[in-house]
C-alpha cells in the first residue's frame, strides 16, 4: 500500500471514530445530595468550601432558578426519578416515608422511572446510596425498578457508621441485607468509584444515581432510652477543615459536606480516568433545602425544608457536558426537577408518549436557548412530621408565585422583583392573586383525581 492511500485509509478509520463517538449515547452520572441548601455550595456563595462541586459550574452549567417539585425527600425523588409531580402519585407520596412505618406504601410498578426507560434503551442502570421511596417489600426496591445495581439504603436517613435506622439493619446489595460498616458518604463513594472504574461500562451507556445521604442527619440508637434519635455525625478530620465557622451545628454540617465533597472529586477523577469525560452528562443537585436546625442555609431565601417559600424548594444545579455544555454557561430561565425524565429521553433517543412526564426536555436551554415560555410550575406538600396543619399548595408562573401555607395563610408574591419573597401582594393585585388561587387548587383537583384506585 503505498503512502497516500495508508494516509487515506488512517484519516477515513479516524472519521469513522470520532463519527461513532460523537453519535453514542451519553453516561448520565446523577449526584443527588440530601438537605443541602442554596447556601450550602461554594458557587452559590456558600462559606464552606465545595472546589470539586463548583469545578462543574466552570466546566460546564450553573442554574439559578432551579426547582425542585417538593421540599420533602420522598415526593421531591419521586418527581426526580418519574417526571411527574408527586400529587399524581398512587400512594399519594406528598410527604416524607417513614421507616418504622409506611411499609405498605411507596413507588408502584406503573410508576415508571427514568431507569427502567434508560434500561429499555440498552442503558446500564445504578443506584448507590439513597433510595426513600419504600421499604418493608420487595415491590418497592429500586431494583423493581429498572436500577439493575443497587447498593445503599431505602429509608430517610442512617447511622452513618453503623448503616443502621437506629439499631435495624437498612443496607443493601441488591436486594440483600448486608452489614456493612465505615462512614456512609466514603462508602457510597467506593461503590461509585468502582462501578466507573468496572470494565463493563465501556460496553454500554451508564446511568448511575449517585445519592448521597449526606448532609441530612444520621439516625443513631440511643442505647440508654432505647429509641432511634437524629444526630449530626461529621467525620473527625473533616471537622478540623471547617473550624473557622463559629457555630457548631454549621460546622458539623460543613463538615458533612467538605467530605461529600472530596468524593464527589474522587468520582470525577475516576470517570476522567476511564476515558468518557466528554460523552457524559454529571448533574449536581440537591434534594430540596435545607434545615437550620440541622445546619444547613438557603440563606438569602426565604425559607426552609418542608415549606414552600424559595428556600425549600430552589436549589443548586450544576450540569457539566463537555460534549454539549459551554464551560461557564449560566441558565437564568425557570428550570425543574420534572424536566430530567424527558431531557434524558431525548438525550438516549427515547419516545416521550408512553410516558407523558409533566416536565419539558432541556437539551435546547443546556446548548444556548434559554427561553421556556410562560412557564408553569405546581407544588403540594403533604403530611410531614414539621408541621401538623394542612397540606401547602403553590404555583409559580411567569414573575408570580402564589402559596397557600399549613395554616392556610395565602400569599402571593412577584418573584422577579422580590426573590426573597418579602413583600405579599394579593391586596395589591386582587385579580392576580385569585388566578393563581383558582389555577392552584384546580391543578391540586386534577392531580389527585389521576391516582388509580388499584394502581394498575
Keep these: 500500500m503505498n503512502t497516500d492511500k ?12 470520532a463519527f461513532s463517538w460523537s453519535s453514542q449515547k451519553p453516561n448520565i452520572i446523577f449526584i443527588l ?4 441548601g442554596v447556601n450550602d455550595v461554594s458557587c452559590y456563595g456558600s462559606e464552606i468550601p465545595t472546589p ?6 466552570h466546566e460546564g452549567a450553573k442554574f439559578d432558578n432551579f426547582y425542585v417539585a417538593s421540599s420533602i425527600c420522598t415526593p ?6 418519574t417526571g411527574q409531580y408527586p400529587s399524581r402519585s398512587q400512594d399519594e407520596l406528598t410527604g416524607a416515608l417513614m421507616y418504622l412505618g409506611d411499609k405498605k406504601r411507596g413507588i408502584r410498578r406503573h410508576e415508571t422511572t427514568i431507569a427502567t426507560a434508560l434500561q429499555k434503551a440498552d442503558y446500564e442502570t445504578a443506584l448507590i446510596g439513597k433510595w426513600h421511596l419504600g421499604h418493608g417489600h420487595q415491590q418497592f426496591l429500586p431494583t423493581q425498578h429498572g436500577f439493575e445495581t443497587f447498593k445503599g439504603h431505602t429509608g430517610g436517613c442512617v447511622d452513618f457508621y453503623t448503616m443502621r435506622y437506629g439499631n435495624e439493619m437498612d443496607w443493601y446489595d441488591g436486594e440483600k441485607l448486608v452489614d456493612r460498616s465505615g462512614y456512609a458518604t ?3 463513594t467506593d461503590d461509585a468509584v468502582a462501578y466507573i472504574k468496572s470494565p463493563e461500562r465501556k460496553k454500554k451507556p451508564f446511568f448511575m444515581l449517585l445519592a448521597y445521604n449526606a448532609p441530612h442527619y444520621g439516625k443513631g440508637w440511643d442505647d440508654g432510652s432505647k429509641k432511634a434519635i437524629n444526630i449530626m455525625q461529621p467525620p473527625p478530620e473533616a471537622l478540623e477543615r ?6 457548631i451545628t454549621r460546622r458539623k454540617f460543613a463538615a458533612k459536606v467538605v467530605n461529600m465533597d472530596d468524593g464527589i472529586g474522587r468520582v470525577l477523577e475516576a470517570l476522567d480516568l476511564s476515558s468518557q469525560k466528554d460523552n457524559t452528562l454529571v448533574i449536581f443537585v440537591t434534594d430540596h433545602g435545607g434545615d437550620p436546625k440541622y445546619g444547613g442555609s438557603n440563606l438569602p431565601l426565604r425559607g ?4 414552600l417559600f424559595e428556600g425549600g424548594i430552589r436549589v443548586p444545579c450544576l450540569m457539566r457536558w463537555p460534549a454539549k455544555i459551554k464551560a461557564g454557561t449560566k441558565v437564568t430561565a425557570n428550570i425543574s426537577a420534572l424536566d430530567f425524565f424527558p431531557t434524558f429521553c431525548e438525550m438516549a433517543g427515547i419516545q416521550l408518549q408512553p410516558y407523558k412526564p409533566d416536565g419539558v426536555s432541556i437539551m435546547q436551554t443546556l446548548t444556548g436557548n434559554q427561553q421556556i415560555l410562560d412557564r408553569e410550575l405546581f407544588f403540594e406538600l403533604g403530611r410531614h412530621i414539621t408541621f401538623a396543619g394542612k397540606n401547602w399548595y403553590a404555583l409559580r408562573k411567569g414573575p408570580w408565585k402564589y402559596i397557600q401555607n399549613d395554616n392556610q395563610e395565602e400569599f402571593l408574591f412577584n418573584i422577579s422583583q422580590d426573590p426573597y419573597e418579602q413583600k405579599n401582594k394579593k391586596d395589591t393585585y386582587p385579580e392576580i392573586f385569585a388566578k393563581m388561587k383558582e389555577r392552584t387548587l384546580k391543578l391540586a383537583r386534577e392531580y389527585q383525581a389521576c391516582r388509580p384506585e388499584d394502581g394498575q
Excluded at 426552609?304 to 415549606?307: P, T
Design 304 to 307: 426552609l425544608k418542608a415549606g
Design 52 to 57: 470539586h462541586i463548583d469545578s462543574l459550574a
Design 186 to 188: 466514603d462508602i457510597i
Design 6 to 17: 495508508s494516509q487515506l485509509l488512517a484519516i477515513l478509520l479516524f472519521s469513522l471514530t
Design 242 to 247: 471547617v473550624s473557622s465557622i463559629k457555630d
Design 76 to 81: 421531591s425523588r419521586f418527581a426526580f426519578l
Design 33 to 36: 445530595t440530601d438537605d443541602q
